[in-house]
């Protein structure tokens, strides 16, 4: 366990330093001000449009940050080498693995909680009064992060390419988004693009479970929480298959 | 290997399962939209909220600035002022149907500026079979019958209570206090123009403040 932790706050603090992660900060923070912007136009709704333009800036960020980190990940200590020198210690695959994962884990945590910070402070400022219904949307963000760098770490060990990886991760993200219309296409439809989107409802993930907006329901969050973990349990295993039968 | 297959046939099961739990959902119609990549491109991101979000921005600058196109405001003969609004409304309920703020605007704009009540009502009975216990819905519904058989003082009676709630639109107030100055009701006009001056609304802000003055001018 303390050699995962090492390995965990050892990636955390190289994705710190990463120049890409500091510019993907600045962004963040630029466009949570252009949101701010964006409210001021939206006259007696700013409120709202100034929460779902941070909410909807805080996700797309960190899901950007987590794919593009995950994808690179590994592929850059195979290309760099550094992965025989940390391999040839006293420490398993398994933990090496567990480490990586749980050090993006910490890079992504920490970009959203300096992101929801700015954000929280354009939203007090507004006299916005605080409701845990926000809480509620900043872990649904979260765990579909979990989801999808999940996916992105076994694609990019399976298909060794960086942007292989990233174009399977986007593409899970955007399909992801669209499985309640999907769903919808299969009851009004028939014949092959009913059957076609009966297939696709099984291979991609479900996001909307994880859309807690709109606030706290015990059952949904709950049903939520339990498909991520799962989701990220598998692909952590099947990422766990190749990379212990990869030859380097 | 061998674990693959299984493991592989439980993420199957898995997404199957848990996409069967949510209800089903139309794609939103936004084939009358005039910024259609837009709204796609933050669809594909999921961020179906502030698709509508940004489509009431473009439905405020419409109606409510000299910025909506000069057919809108001259239209040709036999064609409604501003006849994108129910479109445009109806389109951002699509993306987000529980954005009652757009729905009591547009039905509001529709109903008592527009002379259109028919389709105000529409919007008003799609919000209510959404959420049948929303009494603003049925408050709406009332007061948009009363006008629609003229009886003014009725339809400003039947919104009541929700006229002074601070998430009723600023443009539904200030029509209700213009139909009160024209009932000659001053206290009441006087009373919701005050409210307006608390508006996030400059252009409702300076209106109520010369309102206000008439007001205190025909008193005396």
Not at chain 1, 142 to 153: D, G, H, Y
């Amino acid at each position: 366990m303390k050699k995962i932790w090492i390995l965990a706050v050892d990636s955390f603090l190289e994705n710190i330093w990463n120049r890409i992660f500091v510019l993907v900060a600045i962004f963040g923070g630029l466009l949570i001000y252009a949101s701010l912007l964006f409210g001021v136009l939206a006259v007696e709704q700013e409120l709202r449009v100034l929460m779902d333009s941070g909410l909807a800036l805080i996700e797309m960020v960190t899901l950007i940050a987590g794919i593009y980190f995950s994808a690179t990940l590994f592929l850059k200590e195979i290309e760099t080498k550094t992965i025989y020198l940390v391999l040839s210690r006293p420490l398993s695959r398994l933990e090496y693995l567990l480490g990586r994962v749980f050090g993006l884990i910490l890079s992504l945590l920490f970009i959203m909680v300096s992101m929801s910070f700015i954000h929280l402070i354009l939203l007090f400022v507004h006299h916005w009064s605080w409701q845990n219904s926000y809480l509620w949307a900043l872990a649904g963000i979260f765990l579909k992060a979990l989801m999808l760098i999940a996916a992105a770490v076994f694609f990019s060990l399976f298909s060794t390419s960086t942007i292989a990886a990233i174009v399977f991760s986007g593409s899970l993200w955007i399909l992801g988004n669209f499985t309640q219309e999907i769903r919808f296409l299969t009851q009004k439809e028939s014949g092959l693009t009913a059957i076609l989107s009966r297939i696709l409802l099984f291979l991609f993930p479900h996001f909307e479970v994880l859309n807690w907006r709109g606030g706290f329901h015990e059952a949904k969050v709950l049903m939520g929480a339990s498909y991520a973990a799962l989701y990220f349990s598998i692909f952590l295993a099947l990422s766990w298959l190749i990379f212990r039968a990869k030859e380097f | 290997m061998r674990y693959f297959f299984p493991l592989f046939l439980s993420l199957f099961l898995l997404n199957g399962f848990f996409s069967s739990l949510e209800p089903t959902q139309a794609l939103p119609d936004f084939s009358s939209s005039k910024h259609p990549v837009e709204i796609l491109t933050l669809l594909n991101l999921g961020l179906r909220r502030l698709a509508a979000d940004i489509e009431m921005v473009h439905l405020l600058i419409y109606y409510g600035s000299s910025e909506a196109m000069a057919d809108d405001l001259n239209p040709p003969k036999g064609v409604p002022l501003y006849p994108g609004i129910f479109l445009r409304a109806k389109e951002i309920l699509s993306l987000d149907p529980s954005f009652s703020y757009v729905r009591l605007y547009a039905a509001g704009a529709l109903a008592f500026n527009l002379g259109r009540p028919d389709e105000a009502l529409e919007l008003m009975r799609e919000g209510l079979i959404l959420e049948p216990d929303n009494s603003k819905y049925k408050a709406y519904i009332a007061a948009i019958a009363f006008s629609q058989k003229g009886d003014e003082r009725q339809a400003v009676e039947a919104l009541g209570p929700y006229l002074h709630s601070p998430k009723t639109p600023s443009m539904i107030k200030n029509v209700a206090a213009f139909i009160y100055l024209r009932l000659k009701e001053w206290p009441q006009a006087a009373e919701l123009y005050q409210e307006l001056l608390n508006s996030k609304d400059a252009g409702y802000r300076k209106e109520a403040k010369k309102m206000l003055r008439k007001i205190k001018k025909r008193r005396i």
